[in-house]
């Protein structure tokens, strides 16, 4: 059955450095993979979206993710964090043959000042 | 605007007491879905439904029950409700397009409290 599994359950970091959240996920080939954000008591927002067009792949608020076949990875980053970007962060798979989603358990971004 | 309601936001209930949480999209979407939220376990998805008339289990189904009427809505149902239940339920909807290649839109969330 698919997977997928955020490394980090917490990560900090200072404004204005670089952010990496990590997800990796359990099958070489996947259709599509997403990055939600969730700020505090709000609703799951989409950052961006991996459809195979492009392994590298832009979404909003400055944040992107590389698709890596080989590692089967899609890491999350941002050259430079803000303290607005402190929030948790969904990696989400579908799962292959149904028409059900599969959401890693979350990282939680901390952004100090 | 393009949007999932839900309601009620909140909701504090009684063990055994039956609830309905509402979900409704604007959008046209085919598919809906539902989600529970408890900390650490990330998303569980309940039931979806690919159209009215058509659902199917989540990896969270018991306890729950949900029917697909209209396009638009989309409810969920706890008959008897127990403190195990007590989370974070998001809805979400999104276009058809094969079995996973979209993205979904959720809701604002229903923070449900079961004493």
């Known amino acids: 059955a698919q997977s997928v599994t955020q490394l980090d359950s917490h990560v900090s970091v200072s404004e204005g450095t670089p952010v990496l959240l990590r997800c990796n996920y359990s099958?070489?080939?996947?259709?599509?993979l997403f990055w939600y954000v969730q700020h505090p008591n709000k609703g799951l927002q989409l950052l961006l979206k991996?459809?195979?067009?492009?392994?590298l792949v832009k979404g909003i608020n400055g944040f992107e993710a590389e698709f890596k076949k080989s590692e089967t990875s899609f890491h999350l980053t941002k050259p430079s964090a803000h303290m607005s970007d402190a929030a948790e962060y969904f990696c989400v798979v579908p799962s292959l043959g149904t028409y059900k989603y599969i959401f890693g358990t979350g990282t939680r971004l901390k952004v100090l000042a | 605007e393009a949007q999932v309601t839900q309601n009620p936001r909140y909701l504090i209930t009684v063990t055994g007491k039956k609830l309905t949480v509402t979900c409704s999209q604007n959008?046209?979407?085919?598919?809906m879905s539902w989600y529970r939220q408890d900390p650490g376990l990330g998303l569980r998805q309940i039931y979806y439904s690919m159209n009215v008339e058509v659902t199917d289990k989540g990896d969270v189904p018991e306890g729950y029950k949900v029917s697909r009427k209209e396009k638009r809505n989309f409810p969920l149902i706890l008959e008897s409700p127990s403190p195990n239940q007590t989370s974070l339920y998001f809805c979400?909807?999104?276009?058809?397009?094969?079995?996973?290649?979209?993205?979904?839109?959720f809701g604002p969330g229903t923070r449900l409290t079961v004493t």
């Open positions: 991996y459809t195979s067009a492009a392994t």
């Open positions: 099958s070489s080939y996947s259709p599509s």
């Open positions: 959008m046209n979407h085919e598919y």
């Open positions: 979400a909807s999104r276009d058809p397009l094969g079995q996973g290649y979209n993205e979904q839109y």
